[in-house]
């Protein structure tokens, strides 16, 4: 090539320019760094600040980047991107850009919209597309306590597909929990062990959809044949289902095939199956055969493992105790979360400036309804601990150390008082103990407040804090 790569590079700036508003060219152009061009592969590196931008970039300008790079370095041009990921220790990551930015597409089978599925006789595993998203892995799912088992068994399940324990999977939970997430780590973590399974991701809605348009083109058989073939089903939101009665009927039959023939069943609902008010009495059945695994709300310290994770993944710097109030605003949902974090990272980039507590409660206000919520067992482990400066292990621990003994009872105390929850499950909870234990602490309490001015100046002192970060 005659032209220096970098004047070119500088050409295709001043294309997209010409294509894009000046705010936009600022945001998301300006900040590309070019880095290397190889001829002879046709490649073109260039450096973005932060994997936020990447996948922005690849989101809404993967049509404008290939045409520009093809008129300027001409066609079959490929663009990587090297991506910060770690601005403190300057980590960098090498990520190929999509195929649609490229001049190479690789055909194959799909669903598209509410089309049916059909069946190719000669179709080959690879030719189906899973559905899957590819952002959604296990690498990227923090763990904690709220979801620690259904984590663990899915990844399981991905690695061992091929056996008959778990199945089906059943996992539910509320909204913006992560839901959709884990089963979508599940199908990946599938395909990148076993790319000749035939693995399906399919949300119950779309679904119905397909159903209905087979059944107006009289080709039910080959919707069900389609599902027949798969090897590891994966159906989202199947509450969806409970006024839908031909849809249940079709998908029990399909269900009951891949049962039979050792295929891989994995359900996520917002409720479990006896709560599917409305579905068939067998195929609740059917739904609960297997694995029935719930996904709680994630608790703050959770949050702030999330919040921290993607923090260092979108190269942000955000002070903690930014951190630990959006961990304490967002409600427990991770959707929210993620929201929060890339409105912060848009305000930042676009208006140059620091992420600070003002700025944070700015976006919660606009991101977040945040809602009256009921102090839980978790949270008034924390206060404890905090206030007499103990750990949560420690607490748990058998140890009769006086500091130790004193955060267990006030916790229980606290629990009884504040929650709805049997001492039984309270006692559990806060340090493993019985219904007995928690009944003897919240006693000793009681009658320690009525003699103890100090330490009952303490309990109240924690109460009221709670009530107030309700």
């Known amino acids: 090539m005659s032209i220096n790569p970098r004047t070119c590079w500088d050409n295709c700036l001043n294309l997209i320019r010409e294509n894009v508003t000046e705010q936009q060219f600022n945001t998301w152009f300006r900040p590309l760094v070019f880095e290397s061009y190889k001829p002879a592969m046709k490649t073109l590196l260039v450096q973005v600040p932060s994997p936020f931008v990447y996948e922005y970039l690849e989101e809404h300008y993967v049509d404008l980047l290939k045409k520009v790079l093809t008129?300027?370095?001409?066609?079959?041009?490929?663009?990587?991107?090297?991506?910060?990921?770690?601005?403190?220790?300057?980590?960098?990551?090498?990520?190929?850009?999509?195929?649609?930015?490229?001049?190479?597409?690789?055909?194959?089978?799909?669903t598209r919209g509410n089309e049916s599925p059909t069946v190719l006789?000669?179709?080959?595993?690879?030719?189906?597309?899973?559905?899957?998203?590819?952002?959604?892995?296990?690498?990227?799912?923090?763990?904690?306590?709220?979801?620690?088992?259904?984590?663990?068994?899915?990844?399981?399940?991905?690695?061992?597909?091929?056996?008959?324990?778990?199945?089906?999977?059943?996992?539910?939970?509320?909204?913006?929990?992560?839901?959709?997430?884990?089963?979508?780590?599940?199908?990946?973590?599938?395909?990148?062990?076993?790319?000749?399974?035939?693995?399906?991701?399919?949300?119950?809605?779309?679904?119905?959809?397909?159903?209905?348009?087979?059944?107006?083109?009289?080709r039910i058989n080959d919707f069900m044949h389609f599902y027949q073939t798969i090897d590891m089903l994966i159906v989202d939101d199947v509450q969806e289902w409970v006024t839908a009665t031909k849809t249940q009927e079709t998908f029990f039959h399909i269900f009951n095939h891949l049962f039979r023939n050792g295929k891989r069943i994995i359900l996520a609902s917002d409720r479990p199956p006896?709560?599917?008010?409305?579905?068939?009495?067998?195929?609740?059945?059917?739904?609960?055969?297997?694995?029935?695994?719930?996904?709680?709300?994630?608790?703050?310290?959770?949050?702030?493992?999330?919040?921290?994770?993607?923090?260092?993944?979108?190269?942000?710097?955000?002070?903690?105790?930014?951190?630990?109030?959006?961990?304490?605003?967002?409600?427990?949902?991770?959707?929210?979360?993620?929201?929060?974090?890339?409105s912060l990272l848009a305000f930042s980039i676009v208006y140059n400036g620091n992420i600070d507590m003002k700025l944070a409660e700015r976006v919660i206000k606009r991101a977040v309804k945040v809602e009256e919520r009921s102090v839980t067992v978790d949270d008034i482990m924390e206060k404890v601990c905090h206030h007499f400066n103990v750990t949560t292990t420690a607490m748990a621990s058998r140890s009769r150390k006086r500091e130790l003994v004193v955060a267990r009872q006030v916790s229980m105390y606290l629990a009884q008082k504040l929650t709805k929850m049997p001492a039984s499950r309270i006692g559990k909870l806060v340090a493993g103990r019985d219904h007995s234990t928690v009944i003897h602490s919240c006693t000793q309490v009681e009658q320690r407040l009525k003699i103890d001015k100090a330490f009952s100046a303490e309990v109240h002192s924690i109460e009221s804090s709670l009530k107030l970060n309700k």
Do not use: W
């Not at 041009?77 to 990520?95: A, C, E, G, I, P």
């Not at 509320?174 to 790319?195: D, F, M």
């Not at 409305?278 to 709300?297: D, K, N, Y």
């Open 274 to 342: 006896v709560d599917l008010k409305g579905m068939s009495e067998r195929l609740i059945t059917r739904f609960s055969c297997g694995l029935i695994a719930e996904l709680e709300r994630p608790n703050v310290q959770l949050c702030v493992d999330i919040l921290k994770s993607k923090i260092k993944r979108d190269g942000l710097k955000i002070p903690e105790d930014v951190i630990q109030y959006i961990a304490r605003t967002a409600n427990g949902s991770v959707r929210d979360l993620e929201g929060v974090i890339n």
């Open 71 to 110: 008129r300027v370095f001409g066609a079959g041009t490929r663009l990587t991107y090297r991506v910060v990921t770690d601005k403190t220790h300057n980590l960098t990551q090498d990520l190929q850009a999509e195929e649609t930015a490229t001049d190479v597409v690789t055909p194959r089978v799909k």
């Open 121 to 218: 006789d000669t179709a080959q595993p690879q030719d189906i597309d899973s559905q899957l998203d590819p952002h959604h892995t296990f690498a990227n799912f923090i763990e904690g306590d709220s979801n620690k088992l259904p984590r663990s068994v899915g990844l399981s399940i991905a690695e061992h597909p091929g056996t008959t324990q778990f199945n089906p999977m059943f996992i539910y939970g509320p909204s913006g929990c992560g839901k959709t997430h884990l089963i979508n780590a599940i199908g990946v973590r599938t395909k990148e062990l076993y790319p000749q399974k035939r693995v399906l991701y399919i949300s119950a809605r779309l679904f119905q959809v397909q159903y209905t348009s087979a059944q107006m083109q009289n």
